[in-house]
């Protein structure tokens, strides 16, 4: 299982309304292998250097510098920090405070200084995690298996996970003809299937709440249609592995459930993408950088799609939205569509960091705005 720790909704937002006289974020590539945790700490401590080198060049106050750096040393420092590690590792570190998330994507390394933070490759790490629980339902067996892109599937230990169907709700067997009120034949199996299935979708809910992780359902028959009918977590996906999940090891589980996941995002991609075509007959979409960062500061933004690999420097007008595009990413300007994003999240938008050949018109940003422009 990954160490992970990907940020809620309130900590997104509080992250985007930042403000301190310098924030540096970091975004590591980690591993979750111990043994090589030391070439992590080492690149760590060169990015740390290069936040430092860019605040002395603008001049940063000496002292509230040696916080920054003291908050790094340490975390570089922190040998139990470093055993427990995913295949990315975000960190956002002024002088009053540091945080850091581990992450299933692998980001490419890179550091950012500004008086607020770099957002936009964890918002890729959100958009699209690569990686998904699969739960494995049978009458004989149920189980939980993580899986992500680099990693071998495993499964997961689920404290009060029902070991079986007939075992969950005290019987030997479902299949018995005894009669004990409504609970009897084929009716009465009905009943033990929901009763099994309450009791599995509750043991789950301590390992699924306040993620957005997508689940893949592998059950047949009508376990199937019961589990959907009863499941409270909002991110389990419509396609699910029909075989007996019984006779697949966890290898042949992930390797079933990784067509669902790509079907789901390029669903929701093609979704957005006619979504866009429609409001765009409206007056309601916008391609322009500017256009954009009038929108978002205004709320006018309902969702937005933004390269990943891209940063343009500048300055967006905390009133107006109004753009100032300039030649030196120093440690005063940040990145314009990035600061677009977090003001669109902020007023609720939704916000998927893509590739720059998923996004209409294939330019750095496409908005779809609440209301004409």
Not at 42 to 57: K, M, P, S
Not at 147 to 176: C, F, Q
Request: hydrophobic fraction near 45%.
């Amino acid at each position: 299982m990954l160490y992970l720790d990907i940020p809620t909704r309130l900590e997104f937002a509080s992250l985007a309304t930042a403000r301190a006289d310098a924030c540096v974020s970091i975004y590591l590539r980690t591993t979750p292998l111990t043994q090589e945790a030391p070439a992590s700490r080492i690149e760590l401590g060169n990015l740390a250097r290069q936040a430092q080198d860019q605040l002395e060049q603008a001049g940063f106050d000496k002292r509230r510098l040696a916080l920054i750096v003291e908050a790094l040393d340490d975390l570089i420092d922190d040998d139990t920090f470093w055993r427990f590690q995913a295949n990315s590792l975000a960190i956002f570190v002024t002088a009053d405070s540091i945080r850091t998330y581990r992450l299933a994507n692998a980001l490419t390394s890179q550091v950012h200084v500004s008086d607020r933070f770099h957002l936009k490759p964890l918002f890729r790490a959100v958009t699209f995690p690569h990686s998904a629980f699969i739960l494995a339902l049978s009458e004989n067996a149920v189980r939980l298996v993580e899986m992500h892109a680099d990693l071998p599937p495993a499964t997961i230990k689920v404290p009060g996970l029902p070991r079986d169907a007939a075992s969950a709700v005290g019987k030997s067997t479902l299949n018995d003809r005894t009669y004990s009120g409504r609970i009897h034949g084929s009716e009465g199996q009905n009943v033990r299937f929901d009763q099994y299935v309450r009791q599995v979708d509750a043991a789950l809910r301590p390992i699924l709440a306040g993620r957005e992780t997508p689940l893949v359902l592998a059950a047949t028959g009508r376990l199937a249609s019961v589990f959907r009918r009863l499941n409270s977590y909002p991110h389990l996906l419509p396609v699910e592995i029909s075989d007996s999940p019984d006779r697949l090891t966890d290898v042949e589980l992930a390797q079933r459930a990784r067509p669902a996941l790509d079907d789901a995002y390029a669903r929701q991609l093609a979704d957005i993408g006619q979504l866009f075509q429609r409001r765009a007959n409206e007056g309601r979409v916008t391609t322009d950088i500017a256009g954009a960062a009038r929108a978002a500061t205004f709320g006018a933004v309902q969702t937005i799609l933004i390269d990943i690999d891209s940063t343009t420097p500048g300055f967006v007008d905390d009133e107006t939205g109004a753009v100032e595009f300039v030649s030196n990413d120093d440690a005063h300007a940040y990145g314009i569509v990035d600061e677009i994003a977090s003001r669109a999240f902020a007023s609720g938008a939704q916000v998927l960091a893509v590739r720059r050949q998923d996004i209409p018109g294939n330019g750095e940003l496409a908005a779809i705005l609440r209301y004409p422009a």
